[in-house]
């Protein structure tokens, strides 16, 4: 594995083209260079480095205090160090102090890229180890989000089942669409006589009780939705942008839904965000449809039950019993 980003502490030109051009470039590999200690310390503290490699003598500080200040400060960054002198003990002590690699000049570039490897190796699996706690956090989050969501399904079929009244059903379900979406608000709107949209449940949405909250089919991103029969789902990443819903009405991202009954289109699910600008999804999408088919059951079953008791005949008294 290649590609990560090596810093080069050498006051040799040649060293630095040999190590540079030759070893580390064609192997992948990013480079940074500097030629003395202090350098070496604030890149090796401030940069995105993955490892140094560092000259045992350099101008303004040698290698051995290098590594010292670097562990002192708290970094972790892999060293090696590089001699051409081989001064009694120095391995000993860049060992004690944390060091990766120890290597006497001259080297083959073998021999680097064996010692840059093994500097790198436990970097590499903590990196990895850390990316699989990552997938495993995010799944672990999208399995719960899931099971929530089932759950939320689940009420709402109950709620149909135990043949509660229909109002109770659509409040229930304008409440389960912000929570499954994550959406400010939602509102379920059903088509009145006059063809225009009514409010019927809403959750989160601001209404005034002496200002009816209606949508003109004809003027509005709901009356798309009416007139095709398909569902809308916009976002905007724009703080400045947003989408009209209605007159004075704005929002920045929202999913319609329509709702059928017999195939013919008698309103709208919505969910939107006012002030998010956390977009919607196709997955949202779908789970407003199932909510959408949910408010068709209810209403499919409240008109049966509708016609059910003007159909049935009226009950007559039972006769006196003879004296």
């Known amino acids: 594995m290649a590609g990560e980003t090596v810093l080069l502490a050498d006051n040799s030109p040649e060293s630095v083209r040999f190590v540079r051009d030759t ?37 303004g500080m040698d290698g051995l205090t290098l590594l010292k200040n670097l562990r002192n400060a708290g970094s972790n960054l892999p060293v090696i160090l590089t001699t051409v002198q081989n001064p009694p003990h120095a391995a000993v002590r860049a060992f004690e102090l944390g060091a990766s690699g120890y290597l006497v000049r001259p080297f083959s570039a073998r021999q680097m890229l064996q010692a840059v490897d093994r500097a790198l190796t436990e970097p590499r699996l903590r990196q990895s180890l850390e990316q699989v706690v990552k997938n495993l956090r995010r799944a672990t989050e999208r399995m719960e989000a899931h099971t929530t969501e089932l759950y939320i399904l689940h009420t709402v079929g109950q709620a149909i089942a135990a043949s509660l009244e229909p109002e109770y059903v659509f409040e229930y379900i304008a409440e389960a669409a912000a929570h499954v979406t ?77 709702l059928k009954v017999n195939r013919q289109t008698i309103g709208v699910l919505a969910v939107n965000n006012k002030t998010s600008l956390r977009p919607f999804t196709d997955h949202h999408l779908n789970l407003l449809a199932t909510l959408a088919d949910y408010t068709a059951i209810t209403i499919q079953k409240a008109m049966a039950q509708a016609a059910a008791s003007r159909t049935s005949p009226e009950q007559t008294p039972p006769a006196p019993r003879p004296a």
């Open 23 to 59: 070893i580390l470039q064609p192997n992948g590999y990013r480079v940074l260079s500097v030629d003395n200690g202090p350098d070496a310390l604030q890149q090796a503290l401030s940069a995105q480095a993955d490892l140094l490699i560092c000259r045992l003598k350099l101008p």
């Open 182 to 258: 994550g959406a400010e608000e939602s509102a379920l709107m059903l088509l009145d006589e006059a063809g225009d949209l009514y409010l019927c449940a809403a959750y989160g949405l601001s209404t005034s009780p002496t200002t009816p909250f209606q949508v003109k089919v004809n003027d509005s991103i709901a009356g798309q939705v009416v007139k095709t029969g398909e569902p809308i789902i916009i976002s905007t990443q724009d703080v400045h942008e947003a989408f009209k819903v209605k007159t004075s009405y704005f929002v920045k991202s929202l999913i319609n839904v329509p």
